[in-house]
């Protein structure tokens, strides 16, 4: 297992096209979390997963964003219709939740940089 | 709302300097405090907690809960410590542990 991986590395769209990404968590992690991160800011958090339910999607998510974990395994964020103001690194992190309130920690992954042109 | 604040965007210091990058943090509940660092061409990483209470590569941090802070030192630089750090927050009540970062500070070691 390599850690979290996410593709593509860098992705150039034009303003209206849709763009999705992937992330492959590492394999033994229920939880997958989605962050996204523009200059000169921290990373600021967009949904997460448990296995294959969404549980959470924070306002900044708009209606043209979704996000999938279909088998509770990799998970992709698609944007539709994407703004200039899209332009961000999109993060995905991964961890084990074992359901006794001990967070274990994060692993992050490389994160996908999208620039709308 | 919670909101963490890094007041400094870029510290710089000379190796062997001690270095202090500060965090505030407002959040009505119970917090939990982290210190993320990325390195160059390196993804985010945790660097320490503050309930691990240990020191990391050198570094430490102490939660503050009277002034809200938690601030990351290390007595001696060097110039790998040269990367962005971020303090983050979570509700430790909650069960979505998800994390609200600060801005980071890059934090330059110079020879």
């Known amino acids: 297992d390599t850690g979290v991986s996410q593709d593509p590395r860098h992705k150039i769209t034009k303003r209206g096209q849709n763009v999705t990404f992937r992330c492959d968590p590492i394999?033994?992690?229920?939880?997958l979390y989605w962050y996204r991160q523009t200059l000169g800011q921290g990373p600021e958090f967009l949904t997460y997963?448990?296995?294959?339910?969404?549980?959470?999607k924070s306002r900044l998510l708009s209606d043209r964003f979704s996000a999938e974990r279909p088998k509770g395994s990799f998970s992709t964020l698609e944007i539709q219709r994407t703004e200039q103001g899209d332009s961000a690194m999109y993060l995905c992190?991964?961890?084990?939740?074992?359901?006794?309130?001990?967070?274990?920690?994060?692993?992050f992954g490389s994160g996908t940089r999208l620039t709308v042109v | 709302a919670q909101r963490v604040t890094q007041p400094e965007k870029l510290l710089s210091v000379f190796k062997g300097a001690p270095v202090e990058l500060k965090c505030n943090y407002s959040?009505?509940?119970?917090?939990?405090l982290f210190w993320y660092v990325q390195y160059s061409r390196q993804r985010l990483q945790l660097l320490l907690r503050?309930?691990s209470r240990e020191s990391i590569k050198g570094f430490t941090a102490d939660l503050n809960k009277g002034e809200t802070s938690f601030h990351l030192k290390k007595p001696f630089a060097q110039e790998e410590d040269s990367a962005m750090y971020y303090c983050?927050?979570?509700?430790?009540?909650?069960?979505?542990?998800?994390?609200?970062f600060g801005k980071g500070t890059l934090l330059t070691v110079n020879p």
């Open positions: 992190a991964s961890s084990l939740n074992i359901g006794t309130g001990l967070f274990l920690g994060y692993t």
């Open positions: 394999s033994e992690h229920n939880r």
């Open positions: 997963f448990q296995n294959e339910a969404q549980l959470e």
């Open positions: 959040y009505s509940g119970s917090p939990e």
């Open positions: 503050h309930i």
């Open positions: 983050a927050l979570m509700d430790s009540g909650g069960s979505n542990y998800k994390l609200t």
